[in-house]
């Protein structure tokens, strides 16, 4: 596992889109997030569409384009495996709901859909990471304040510092920032 000395540099790393603090990442706690997929992962005909590859690809795709905007406060390893824990259920709950409603609607997933699936899975995440036309594209969706407070985020510059500066409450500024990502995400499509 981590050594939790070098954990902050290593979170530190990732929100600044450093590759090879992302594969580090990928490196150490890909093996425990397969684990949890995997325990989550017991429908026959969801995995007949969908492996924990897929799913684990998606949670880190998405962990690192919020991580780059700052929107994560981690501290130590069990934070980060806790919350790719979280991610991933989610993650594997929204692809059932898609999947039983694809059911009742009369058809199934269709088929070039998990085609791409299968190709994306061949991206490593630090691929992912590395790609600048991801992270582009997600600044592009920011507007000039919401990327300001990314950034400032991305740096580790606490709530309360930046709301000093700028004015306006802490905990405002934090939602405006999440919701700001999760739009992005969304419009993305990267959820």
Same mark, same amino acid.
């Given at each position: 596992? #981590?050594?939790?000395?070098? $954990?902050?540099?290593?979170?530190?790393?990732?929100r +600044?889109?450093?590759?090879?603090? #992302? #594969?580090e @990442?990928?490196r150490?706690?890909?093996?425990? @997030?397969?684990?949890?997929?995997?325990?989550r992962?017991t429908?026959?005909?969801?995995?007949?569409?969908?492996?924990s590859?897929?799913?684990?690809? /998606?949670?880190?795709?998405? *962990? $690192?384009?919020?991580?780059?905007?700052?929107? $994560?406060?981690l501290?130590?390893?069990?934070?980060?495996?806790?919350?790719?824990?979280?991610?991933?259920?989610?993650?594997?709950?929204? =692809? +059932? =709901?898609?999947?039983?409603?694809? !059911?009742?609607?009369?058809?199934?997933?269709?088929?070039?859909?998990v085609?791409?699936?299968?190709? +994306?899975?061949? @991206?490593?995440?630090?691929?992912?990471?590395?790609?600048?036309?991801?992270?582009?594209? *997600?600044?592009? !969706?920011? /507007?000039?304040?919401?990327?300001?407070?990314?950034?400032?985020r991305?740096?580790?510059?606490?709530?309360?510092?930046?709301?000093a500066?700028?004015?306006?409450?802490?905990?405002?500024?934090?939602?405006? @920032?999440? !919701?700001?990502?999760? %739009?992005?995400? %969304?419009?993305?499509?990267?959820e």
């Amino acid at each position: 596992m #981590a050594d939790v000395s070098s $954990f902050p540099d290593l979170i530190r790393l990732v929100r +600044a889109g450093n590759a090879g603090a #992302a #594969a580090e @990442l990928v490196r150490r706690y890909e093996p425990a @997030l397969r684990i949890a997929i995997r325990v989550r992962l017991t429908d026959p005909a969801l995995r007949r569409i969908v492996d924990s590859v897929d799913v684990c690809q /998606s949670v880190l795709a998405n *962990f $690192f384009v919020r991580a780059a905007a700052g929107q $994560f406060d981690l501290e130590r390893p069990e934070q980060l495996l806790a919350l790719l824990a979280t991610m991933a259920r989610n993650n594997v709950t929204n =692809l +059932a =709901l898609k999947e039983r409603a694809a !059911r009742r609607g009369g058809g199934r997933v269709e088929h070039g859909h998990v085609e791409e699936n299968h190709a +994306a899975a061949d @991206l490593t995440p630090s691929q992912i990471v590395a790609n600048d036309e991801l992270l582009g594209a *997600f600044r592009s !969706r920011l /507007s000039p304040e919401e990327r300001r407070l990314a950034d400032w985020r991305a740096l580790g510059r606490p709530w309360a510092e930046i709301a000093a500066e700028i004015g306006g409450e802490p905990d405002a500024l934090r939602v405006q @920032l999440n !919701r700001a990502i999760d %739009r992005v995400v %969304r419009e993305l499509g990267l959820e």
